[in-house]
């Protein structure tokens, strides 16, 4: 019976989150281990179709850079890494798509659906949804600057009761165009901030952002950011994170967040408990002064 009487209240206890985001449009990054364990994978889809249940608008941007690496390295291609972002050479631009759009992008969709949710995959490229530039006048090869996101389009989609699952491939205003290899957790963002999203979630394989002494922060603002990225503490793949987070909530999201996608189910606890888990990303400006606005409403 107590165990029973638990479960009604951990129901209980998410009621007033299921009521703040019914409605709402959540953005997640799909990467990590959450999305190469079997077990991890189904947790997630599960937790992506109780969201929808609940009448939350969750919408995917997956990731793939370990199946990436991991072909190249069996094709015997090279691959370089600055500051967190692949260069992509035309040679490795082709094994992105392939495994991106071919792969991984098709096995999440078939996921989804299969655990009862109504998945629709789709690439960058399809109808011109991301298009982007070259990095830094072409210095990273077919790594692309997302230029434009036609976030009309996906939520016409969401309308229709779909869950986009998007494969950070973009597309160029040239013909014949190969097509552009965007960071996955850049092209989170600004799929965020183009659907006028509540959240976008990062899901990776750590805690959160940490400290030099590996203690969990968890709460971050811009000013924060560029400090730990000055001395060292943020740094390497962690960059393009925490600087997609700063643009999100810069640009009409209300809360970023970097979550452990190790942990089973770590979607619903950032979203349906008091405390959240992970390292939050919020503004601290003269409306707010720094006070996260959710959280002192939950206590009220």
Do not use: W
Not at 86 to 104: A, C, K, N
Not at 244 to 273: P, W
């Amino acid at each position: 019976m107590h165990k029973k009487q638990h479960k009604v209240q951990v129901l209980l206890d998410a009621i007033p989150h299921i009521k703040k985001f019914y409605g709402k449009t959540i953005v997640i990054k799909y990467g990590g281990s959450a999305q190469t364990s079997p077990d991890l994978q189904a947790k997630f889809a599960e937790d992506i179709v109780l969201l929808k249940l609940v009448g939350m608008n969750p919408i995917i941007v997956h990731g793939g850079g370990a199946k990436i690496s991991d072909l190249l390295e069996k094709l015997g291609i090279p691959t370089e890494f600055v500051n967190g972002h692949r260069v992509t050479s035309q040679e490795t631009m082709r094994i992105v798509e392939m495994v991106l759009s071919g792969d991984i992008n098709k096995n999440i969709t078939s996921l989804l659906n299969h655990h009862g949710a109504k998945a629709i995959g789709i690439s960058g490229k399809d109808s011109s949804i991301i298009n982007a530039k070259p990095k830094e006048d072409g210095k990273f090869g077919f790594t692309g600057v997302v230029t434009k996101v036609n976030g009309e389009l996906i939520n016409n989609l969401v309308k229709q009761g779909y869950i986009p699952v998007i494969a950070p491939i973009a597309d160029s205003d040239k013909p014949n165009h190969p097509g552009f290899n965007i960071n996955a957790d850049v092209a989170a963002s600004k799929v965020a901030i183009a659907v006028n999203a509540q959240k976008v979630l990062f899901l990776t394989d750590t805690k959160g952002v940490l400290d030099k002494e590996a203690n969990l922060l968890n709460s971050l603002d811009k000013e924060d950011v560029e400090k730990l990225k000055e001395d060292g503490t943020i740094a390497g793949g962690m960059i393009p994170k925490v600087d997609s987070c700063i643009d999100a909530i810069y640009n009409g999201v209300n809360k970023a967040h970097i979550i452990d996608g190790r942990v089973e189910h770590s979607i619903l606890l950032e979203l349906f408990t008091s405390d959240g888990v992970g390292t939050q990303f919020l503004r601290k400006d003269g409306k707010n002064n720094g006070i996260d606005i959710e959280k002192l409403l939950k206590e009220i």
